[in-house]
């Protein structure tokens, strides 16, 4: 019969923050956002999401 936890599973990356737009996890070494108000966002998409809620973007097409 084989032992099949011999080796430690590898660990659970440490949360740093929370999402303020997305409300998922930002983890250790992750890039985050850091705003005036302290709320903390993923950078890239949730970034663009919460500026744009924040001060009431609309994006609309030009006629």
Do not use: K, W
């Amino acid at each position: 019969m084989t032992q099949l936890d011999r080796f430690p599973p590898p660990d659970e990356p440490r949360v740093s923050a929370v999402c303020a737009y997305c409300g998922g996890e930002i983890y250790v070494g992750d890039t985050l956002v850091l705003y005036a108000n302290n709320d903390t966002s993923h950078e890239g998409e949730c970034e663009s999401g919460y500026i744009a809620a924040e001060l009431g973007l609309e994006r609309l097409v030009a006629e």
